[in-house]
C-alpha cells in the first residue's frame, strides 16, 4: 500500500471549515483513499474514501486532485467534539487481508 | 446490535504471565483483526482473520497468538507477556471484502510490568 503524509497537528475555530491535507504521491490506480479519525481513548471511526471523485457524505467531503497524488478532508463546520486524530489511509481492494495500514495521523484540536 | 466488543478494558500483568484479549461482534462480519497503538505510532496489525478457520499474521505477529473457531470471536493471546506489549489493543471487524468501512472496538488497555 501507498505511503501517505500527513501533517502532524492543526487547529480550527469552532463553526469553520477544517481543511486536513494528505499526500500519497506513490499512490496506485487501484488504491482507494480513505479518512478514520480517532477521539481520544475510543477506537478510530471511518469518515469516508473514494478512488478519484470527489465524495461527501453526512460527516465531510472528501477532495481528491486529479492526479490522484493528494488528497483534502473537509469539515464544513467543525465542532469541539471533532477533536481527534485524523487518519488518511491508502489501500487496494485486493490487498493482503483487506486490512487498513494507519501512519501517525493529524491531531486535530478545534477550539471555541 | 452491539457492535465489536472487548474485554476487559484495562488489565495489569506482571513479565512471563498469559491471558486472552476478548473480542466479539455480533455483525455476522467476515474480516476481524487486532491492532496495537502505541504513542507516536499510529495503530499497527497484529493479525487477521478472512473468516472463521483462517488467520493470518500482520506486521507485529510476534509474541501473539489468534484463533477464529466462530465468525463472532477473534480472541488474541499473549502466552507469556513483556513490557514490550505494553499498549492499547484495538479489535476491528468489517463485513466482507469489498466493504470499506471497518468497525473498531472500545480498546483494551494493558500494561505489562
Known amino acids: 500500500d501507498a505511503k501517505t503524509t500527513q501533517p502532524t497537528s492543526m487547529d480550527c475555530a469552532e463553526g469553520r471549515a477544517a481543511n486536513l491535507p494528505c499526500n500519497h504521491s506513490?499512490?496506485?490506480?487501484?488504491?482507494?483513499v480513505y479518512w478514520y479519525r480517532q477521539i481520544h481513548s475510543q477506537g478510530p471511526q471511518y469518515i469516508i474514501h473514494?478512488?478519484?471523485n470527489n465524495e461527501t457524505n453526512e460527516m465531510a467531503s472528501l477532495i481528491i486532485t486529479e492526479d490522484r497524488k493528494s488528497s483534502t478532508l473537509i469539515l464544513p463546520h467543525a465542532t469541539l467534539r471533532d477533536t481527534a486524530v485524523y487518519y488518511c489511509i491508502v489501500r487496494a481492494e485486493n490487498n493482503a487481508g483487506n486490512m487498513l495500514t494507519f501512519g501517525g495521523g493529524t491531531r486535530l484540536m478545534v477550539k471555541p | 446490535n452491539a457492535g465489536v466488543t472487548q474485554t476487559p478494558k484495562f488489565q495489569v500483568l506482571k513479565t512471563g504471565q498469559s491471558m486472552t484479549l476478548q473480542c466479539a461482534q455480533d455483525?455476522?462480519?467476515?474480516?476481524m483483526s487486532w491492532y496495537r497503538q502505541d504513542p507516536g505510532m499510529g495503530l499497527r496489525l497484529i493479525h487477521y482473520s478472512v473468516g472463521a478457520g483462517i488467520t493470518d499474521q500482520g506486521e507485529v505477529p510476534n509474541g501473539y497468538n489468534v484463533s477464529r473457531s466462530t465468525t463472532e470471536d477473534f480472541p488474541l493471546r499473549l502466552l507469556s507477556a513483556a513490557p514490550s506489549q505494553t499498549s492499547v489493543y484495538f479489535c476491528a471487524s468489517r463485513i466482507h471484502r469489498v466493504s470499506n468501512e471497518q468497525f473498531f472496538g472500545p480498546g483494551t488497555r494493558l500494561t505489562v510490568l
Open positions: 455483525m455476522n462480519h467476515e474480516y
Open positions: 473514494g478512488l478519484k
Open positions: 506513490t499512490i496506485s490506480g487501484n488504491e482507494y
